[in-house]
Structure formats: structure tokens, C-alpha cells
């Protein structure tokens, strides 16, 4: 032992960053106390979320400085942290349970609540039993993210609706988290596959600099004339949006924040543009400006975020379609939020990949076995879609009189499922391999998370409430 | 050429490209049905708000506002069908084959090109012994091991999970067993919807567009009802259902929302429960103006009650929230807000009819010349409970469809068919040897590292009894 600490002098313990996420988890557990002490209500799901919120981000941080630097004591200490927020969220699910008096799938706050407790579990499996270590790296952000929307939702516990007063739905929604959690690992392997694949790393600048661009112009679709950016407004009192006439809802403009944004859109697709130029030109020095222009472009997404929390939060606005000034909050537009911070994490992740490309192809298991593992990962989500399908196929048949209506949610499922359906074919009868089959479980993932949150939110139907 | 051109369009659906390709259609078709606003769901109204009439025009040329139910899209899923069938019927024999006839003795180009092998030198001669310690060892490792008999020697085959080989067909099959429920559901199924009040019956089904169905039987509500959670929202609705035939009940259940009530392969599902605006009955008390005991009525709308041996009267109409106006009295809403009622008191001998409005309407009331004052003690009112009526045959196609590909998935991807064999055979200098040979059909790394460990054991083993031979054939030679 003594010796080992001896030879790995020269490349740090890490003890300083342990010590200051260590320091930085025990003041705002203290803090949280305090507040708690001061309310007098210690055990509530909020509380206990607000501990796992806390202990995750401990834990993003260490596996974050695990990606950077390697240092191996990291990662214990990362996964005691993770296996400290499970216990919190767990503790979050069953106070949420036994508050509500049913498990906790019926709505989309509930839901969210399990998908991140699926992530860390299997973030834990993946590490122990597969030594995939900086797996955390992307799915503790995730599960950050996940617990940061939560705080958004309305938590209220509402009682079931007759319809969904039925052991099928919980049969559905456990298998729909399983499957979709166990994509969202396919996911990650799949991108670690084209790391250890040798895939440029300029592709990957092209690929972060097109999703990020992306999600900018897709929040900017709501740009409004003189600069503004329109969000739906929000009834405080029942926490949900309000709406002009049936329909129709009702939406606000905050000021400048149109502008702000476009500059930052012009700051995360220059990287995108200067790689198309470089393409022609081999001129390694476009390469190099693009890569500081990611760095200044995190920099400006960061004040953008925070210029928009800042607008968003509890602020009255002037709309374009009624008098007066109406209400928002952070609440009424979650897509742009999650929109933001995850333009912001894939960038850092970029850099990580950057600066530390050769530390990470070390860390991670080969290009062969990673490819295994996706294959296996998607093995078992197959499966559980196709049941997860089959019993809410069911359960509609029981409460609507109908297995399959074509509703948006229902078509979407239909949609993943053949995706999947189309790798499993291609990777074995066509014998695809490496880094088609791992395109493949990327382009799955990303309709795995549009019918989670795109159908809910942009596409009407009988699936309202999750 | 004639013959080969049903089966060049075998072979082209039979192509994984070609599936493919359908696949995707049926994607991009899809999504498009989901970004599309679709006709029998939303509003008219909506979609005309929603689309400029000629985009809207355009799509609806284009079956595009009812994908689904297109003719193309039917097609389209006719072919993804033809295209599994194909697929499956040309590669059917070949697996079948295979299935049916394992490969039990393998020649020497397959042996060498097997991935996991082995060659264990025996020093002993004892070729059957050899052969019978592997055998054993495979035995317990589940493999089932048979000797193949040859003209002198007898080698080893043993296997596992055989019918995993078979087990995507069935997915594939149970595919066409969904598709053909859904087709006949397409073709012979229909929906409709019932609206019952307390007491009613009806054997008239009201679909969403088209005539409505006449069932062979009627169903009666016998009551229904919603109970509400403390904070108003509703917990649960419930129906009283029978079943009428032929004059008399043949079924009866309680249904609520997820429980339906099933008779003849009609289910009836609890879809809606409200207020209709009518009224069940009027509570009255009805005082003679002759200082006779007062007397209380239940009467409903249209029933006529008597009163006296002259006097009777009828409840003409009943406005649960009127309002007067332009001298005329009108209905605001269903819902009891400032409900009037109209009363008409006949006399059979006069034959004169007396306008009685409760509360007093001026213009409309005689209430002071009618032979009875009335008060409204209260009021029932008629809810309607909604029934969602289905008629599915091809459902249970559907869920034999779904059990069969859960048990295939399980089947491919969790059950792997692995194979070993083992046969002696002598090497160049003419020395005993056994070669192991093994292979899976899936899981590969996983199988290696069982094959290993079956090849150590049978060595360890091997070794074993050969010294435990050795001496006995010492301790037979010292005994002599």
C-alpha cells in the first residue's frame, strides 16, 4: 500500500479535489439541514431529492475528474457518492409512494423520479460489473439534469384518474423505465465505442457543434421581433400554463433574451463551420480556432443560461396576443432549460475528449467489447419494449376498448421498437458491426428521448399525463 | 422465363434490403401521421384552423390527415407482411434442415476451422475409457451427450438449447399473428358508443360516422354513479349493466373504467358519466286550496299523476337553469343552476288545463287558479353514463401474437445453442488423442470461456483415472 502511494506520487492523489467535493457535499447537506431544522419537516421526497440532487453532483464531479486526470481514488469515492444519492432517491420514491399510496408512475415527475433512480442503479452495475468506470461521467449529468427538471414539475400528488387505477400501468411504465434506461446506457457505450474507435476527434467537434446549433435554433423557432424570446406563461397557483382560450396557450415575451441567444447560436456553430472550411483547406489552424471558439462558446452558453434562469424565474412580461402583464417561471419551459444544459454538458464533454483523448482510450475496455456490450445492453432493451408495448397494448384495451389507437405516444413506441428492430437485423443478419451498429444505437437513444419528452410535450393525445 | 418472374419478386421481398427499406417507409409514414393533425381525432374546426384550406386540401387528397387508415398505409404493412413471409419461406428449409438433422460427426475441413479446440494425448490406450470420462463430464454439464458409432470407433456429440435455432421464426410468425388479428379487427370489428340513463335500455349502437348498429340483444343501465376524491376530481365511475335477450336477463355486472362487461364478444366499456339536463324526478308537495291534508308526489317528465278523482297533474317541462327573455323562457345550461319547472293541472270533468310554473313566472303562471299549491322539495336528476362499445374477433390473434414473441424474444436472446464434440484419433507418430471441438450459436466470449473450463476438467479428469489405471494394472501385475 505504502508503496503503491509512492509510485503514484508523481501523478497526484487527487486528494484535492476529493477534499473539496467532500467539503463542498458536507456545506450544502449543512445548509439543506439548517433549512430543514428551520421548516421542522425532515423526511419529505423534496428533502430527500435535494440529498440525492446534491450527492449526484458530488459524483459527477469526481467521475468528471476521473475522465480528466484518471486518478483511481476518484472513482471510489465517486461511486460511494452515487451509491449515497441512490439511497436518497430511493428513500425520494418511497416516501413518494407511500405519500401518493400507489407507485410512483403516474406522472411525468414521478417518472423522472424512477428513470434516474434506473441510471444510477445501473451506473452502478456497469461499473462493478462490466468496469465500464467512466460511465458516470455521462450518466450522472444525465440523472443531474433529471433531478434538476424535477425541482420544475409540479410535485403535487394528484389522485389517479379512474383510468389509470390499473396493475397494468405499473406493469407498463417499470417495463418502459427498465428499457429506457437500459438504452440510455447503449447510448453512452456506443459513443465510448467511437471514441475507441479512432473516430476523429474533429468529427466529434462537427457532431457537438451541429447538436448544439441545433438545439439553438430549435429554441429560437420562439424568437420574436425587437429581440425577444417567447416562453409560455404560468399560473403560479396551479402550476401549470395559461392558456388564452381552449387550445390555445398563451405566451410572453422576455426581452433581449432573443438577442442574447442568437449571439450564442452564431458562438456554437462557428466551430461547425470553421471544420467545413478546414475540410477543404486542411488548414490545421482553422481546427485550432474552432476548438478555442468551443471553449468561448461554453463561456457564452453559461451566461446565456444564466441570463435566462435569471428572466424566466417568477418574472411578469408583456405578451403579444393580450393585455397586461402575465407570470412565467423556469416551470412553463422546460424544453429550453433541458435544451441548454445539455448543449452545455455535451460541449464540456467535448472538451474532455479534447484535452484528455489518450487518458480516456486507456481507461476505457476495448472497441471490441464495447460493441459487445452495446449489442448486449440493446439484447435486453428489445425485449423489455416489446413487453412494455404489449402491456399497455392491454391495459388500453381494458379502459378504452381498443389495443392500439395510433396515438402519438403509442406510434412513437412503434417507431423505437423498429429502429431497434432494424440494428438487431442489420447487426445480425447483415453482420454490422463497429461503427454503424453503434450510429444505429445513437440514432435509437435520440428517439428513445423524443418519445419520453417530445410526444409528451409537443404531440397531443390520450397519453396526457406522461 | 414466365416461371421465374413470381419467383424473382419471391427473392426481392425475401431481401433484408428490401425489408429494410419497408421499415423505414413505414417510419418516415408514421412519424408523419404524428406531426400531421388526423382527421377523425381532432376538431374540424382545429385542423381548418390549423392549415391554410389549400395545404389542407392537399393533404387530405393525399390521405395524409388520416394516415392510418389510408389504403397505402394498409398496403404498406401488406408488404412489410409479404416481405417476413417471403424472408422466413426462404430460409426456412435450410434451418429446418439443420434443426432437424444436427451435424453429429464432423469431417476434417470442419474441424479444423472450428474456432474453440482442443487435443488432449491420452497415454493410456483405453480408447473407450477416454471417450467415457469426456462423456460423463459432458453429462453433468447438461450437454446430453450421444455416441456416434462408426465401424470401429465411436465419437461424441452433445448439444444444448437446440431449439433456440428455431426460436426467430417464431418471433417472426407471432409478427403475422399480430398483423392478422389487427386485419381482421380492420375488416370485421367496430366501435361504437351507447348513451344510457337509469332504467333505459338499448340495443342501438351509434358509431362515429356511418348508420348505427342494431345487437341482437339490448343492454339496460340499472344505475350509475361517480365518486369523487375529497378534492372533487373523479375517483371512480360505475354502471349498473343487463343484458336482455329475448325478454329476458341473461348477464348482469358492475362495470368501471378498466373493467368491462363482455357478452357474445361485444365488450362494454365505462367511458363517460354526466349530467343530461333532464330530469329524473320532481319531489312536490301539492296542498288542496280546501284545507285538505297535504300530500307528496315523485312525478317525471311527461308522467301524469292524479291527484284527486278530478284533479290530476303532469310535469310538462323542466329547465335546470332558465332564464326569461323576449317573452320567451329559455334553457342557459345543463347544469342545476335556477332551475323552473312547469306544471299542468287538468280537470277531467271541466276539462280545463291550468299553467302551473314553479317558481312563479310572470306571463307564463296561473299558478293562483289551480285547485293545488305546490312546493318543490327536490330535485333528481338523470345522469347519463356513456358506454364505449367494441367489437374485436381478431384480438385474440393479437395477444396469442404477443405471448408467442415475448417467449421468442426470451428464446433468441437468452438461449444460446451450443455444441461439442469429441472424437479420438491418432496422431502421425500414431499416439491416442481427443479432440474437443465446440461452438455457439451466440454469446460467444462467454461460450469460449465454458469451453475452457469443460476442456480442463476433462484433462484433469483424464489424468485422474489414468494414474488411478496405472495402478491397478501395478497392483495386478505385483499380485500375480
Redesign the interface.
Known sequence: MARARVEEQPVATGATLVVAVGLGVTFLLFIAFLNVVKSGNLLTDSNLLYAALIFYSGAGTLYLGFGITGTPAYIRFASLATWAGLIANTGAVAHRWYEAGHPPFASIYEMLLMFVWTLAVLTLIAEQKFKVKVIGTVTMPLAIVGVVLMQLLRTDV??????L??TWLHVHVTLAMLAYAACALSFALAMMFLIQDRMKTETFLAATSLFSAATYVGVLTRFEKWGGLSVAAWNPEEKSEAFLSK?VRLFVVIPDLGWMLLLVLAAVAAPLVLYVVWRKTQDQGLLDMANRVVFLSILLQVLALVFFVLRARDGHYASLDADGLFPTTLAASPFILSGLVGAIFVSLLYLLLLWRREDLERMLPSADELD?ITYKTI??A??LL??MI?AG???A????????S?D?KE??A??TW??Y??YL??RI??GWRGRRAAYFAILGFGVVMFTFFG?TYL?PGLHAYA | MAASVPRKICQTFANIKTGVVLLILVVILSAAGTLILQRPVTDPDEIERAYSPQVLHLLDGLGLTDVFHAWWFVLLLSLVSLSIIAASVQRFPNAWRFFARPYKSPDKTFRKALPNQKLISINNEDEEAAVSVAERILQKAGFRPERIVREKSFSLFGERNRFSEMAVYIVHASLLLVFLGSNIDALLGWRGFVTLTRGQQSSEVKPQNGSPRHLPFAVRCDGAGQENYADGTPKRWWSDLAIIKDGQVVLRKQIVVNDPLIYAGVRFYQASYGKTGKIDKLVLTATPRDGHAHQEIAIGLDETIPLDSDTRVRLAEFIPDYVVSDGQVYARSNELENPAAHLVVESRKSGQTINVWLPPIPGFEQNASSPYAFEGKDVQMAYFTGLEVSHEPGQWSVWAGVVLMGIGLAVVFYFVHTRVWVVPERDARGQLQLWIGGTANKNKDAFEQRFRDLVEKIESELKISVEAGAEASAAVLTGR
Do not use: E, K
Open positions: 394528484r389522485p389517479l384518474v379512474p383510468a387505477q390499473s387550445g459487445r439484447a435486453i428489445f425485449p416489446t413487453l404489449a397494448a392491454y391495459w384495451n381494458r379502459t378504452w376498448g381498443s389495443y392500439w395510433w402519438p406510434t412513437w412503434a417507431i423498429l429502429v428492430a432494424g437485423h442489420m443478419s447483415r410526444v404531440l
